[in-house]
């Protein structure tokens, strides 16, 4: 199946430093990405989604980064909060359609008072 | 606005027995989604309903099954338990043929023993 991959495991930032999470994707078919954050006990939830068709967009403190020439996806944390801790995932769709996304195996992030 | 609900929480099961999952979509939602999350892993695409019917599956083996209801919740089956169906079971609910808003749960934690 398709590989949604990070290049590290476990990110540690000091509060109000800028994070970024990077994310390696391998189906050029893929059109639409999402990053979840999730918490410890607590099921994804939804930060900020990117079409194939835009390569940069931005929501309150994130931005979203996609490299479509080398299947690279990143995801920017602007002044790192401590309620930012937590694990982060990017996903992908994979086949052209929108009824599942493939998703890696995750980043956490640990924020530094 | 209630956004999705799973139940039961937690969960233990022997190996062998047969376990049913449910899930209530968010408000508004037609479609439902089902993910499978190993300790560690970013969630993996079991399959999902919509109109009563499964409209697209992941490669899980037939033990796993599902149900949508004229109400649009869900429920998810696992018969013959093995100890590597542990997981985090989660679902996710959106809206149309493009999965608007697709929302996440906060799943059910099951251990086999």
């Known amino acids: 199946g398709e590989s949604v991959g990070l290049h590290l495991p476990t990110l540690s930032v000091q509060e109000g430093d800028n994070s970024i999470i990077n994310c390696a994707y391998s189906n050029s078919a893929s059109d639409y990405f999402i990053w979840y954050k999730q918490e410890s006990g607590k099921g994804p939830q939804f930060i900020i989604d990117i079409r194939s068709n835009m390569d940069k967009r931005q929501g309150q403190r994130v931005t979203v980064l996609l490299n479509k020439t080398v299947k690279h996806l990143s995801l920017q944390i602007a002044a790192t909060q401590p309620g930012d801790s937590a694990v982060y995932f990017c996903?992908?769709?994979?086949?052209?359609?929108?009824?599942?996304?493939?998703f890696g195996s995750g980043t956490k992030l640990n924020v530094k008072p | 606005d209630a956004g999705v609900t799973q139940s039961p929480t937690h969960l233990i099961k022997t190996r062998g027995q047969q376990v049913t999952l449910r899930c209530s979509p968010k408000?508004?939602?037609?479609?439902v989604s089902w993910y499978q999350q190993a300790l560690g892993q970013g969630p993996q695409f079991i399959f999902q309903?919509?109109?009563?019917?499964?409209?697209q599956r992941g490669n899980f083996p037939d033990r796993f099954s599902g149900h949508q209801f004229p109400n649009y919740s869900s429920e998810l089956n696992v018969n013959a338990l093995l100890l590597g169906d542990s997981a985090l079971y989660l679902c996710?609910?959106?809206?149309?043929?493009?999965?608007?808003?697709?929302?996440f749960g906060s799943g059910t934690r099951l251990t086999v023993v």
């Open positions: 996903a992908e769709n994979g086949d052209y359609n929108f009824n599942k996304f493939y």
């Open positions: 408000s508004g939602h037609d479609t």
């Open positions: 309903y919509y109109e009563e019917e499964e409209r």
């Open positions: 996710a609910s959106s809206f149309g043929a493009d999965n608007y808003g697709y929302t």
